[in-house]
Structures are given as structure tokens and as C-alpha cells.
């Protein structure tokens, strides 16, 4: 079962920086795209920046040229890292990865999107 877990949220300053770390785990045989989604109260989640399996990357205009993405494929990871941090940023972060497992009972590979829990962000004045 694919499971990703992310990390490294928080409580941080105005202005300050933090990185987020997501790590998935399970019978994994390729991870397409990741990418970090957020959900401010009372907000629908709203994607903030994806990097391919070749790392092509894309960001939010809301989060372009504070953030940079991540990833290292041999430890199927990802990272994301937010500088000069606003009072919007606060929100609960969440990891996506396009997975495939294999189904090894009809040796044949099965895609599928998933989540992590998501980890909170507080943006503190």
C-alpha cells in the first residue's frame, strides 16, 4: 500500500523560510509527477508548485519566486522550500504523487493519484 508522509511543518515568523519534506513509502515502481497542494480555512486546495520524474517544474503565481521544488527519486522524495513566508501562506500542506504499483498477481502496472495528510503551516506576524 502507497503511503506518502510529509514533514516539516510548523509555526514560522513573517518573512521566514521552512522547507517541507514528503516521503512516500510502499511496493512502489515509478512515481510520475509530485506536487505540493495547500487548504487555507474556508479555501479550496489550491495547487502551489509540481515537478515531474525528469524535474520539470511548475509554480503558482502566488508562491513564484519564494518557493522551489524538489526531488530525489532513488529515496522517493520530495521537498519543497518557502522563503519570506506571508500571513497567506498559512494553510495545511499537502503532498501528491502519481504512483504505479504493480499488481503482481496479473503482472501488470496500476496507476493511481495519491495524498498525504497534510501538514500545517502557521505564518505568525
Not at 37 to 43: H, L, T
Not at 104 to 124: A, C, K
Request: proline share 2%; with cysteine.
Amino acid at each position: 500500500q502507497v503511503q506518502l508522509k510529509e514533514s516539516g511543518g510548523g509555526k514560522v515568523q513573517f518573512g521566514g523560510s521552512l522547507t517541507l519534506s514528503c516521503a512516500a513509502t510502499g511496493d512502489i515502481a515509478w512515481i510520475g509527477s509530485m506536487g505540493w497542494y495547500r487548504q487555507a480555512p474556508g479555501k479550496q486546495r489550491e495547487m502551489i508548485a509540481t515537478i515531474s520524474n525528469s524535474g520539470t517544474t511548475d509554480y503558482a503565481n502566488v508562491i513564484q519566486g519564494r518557493a522551489t521544488i524538489s526531488r530525489d527519486n532513488s529515496k522517493k522524495t520530495a521537498q519543497l522550500q518557502i522563503n519570506s513566508l506571508k500571513s497567506e501562506d498559512t494553510a495545511v500542506y499537502f503532498c501528491n504523487a502519481q504512483v504505479t504499483i504493480m499488481d503482481h498477481r496479473w503482472s501488470r502496472p496500476i496507476e493511481g493519484n495519491y495524498w498525504g495528510q497534510g501538514t500545517q503551516v502557521t505564518v505568525s506576524p
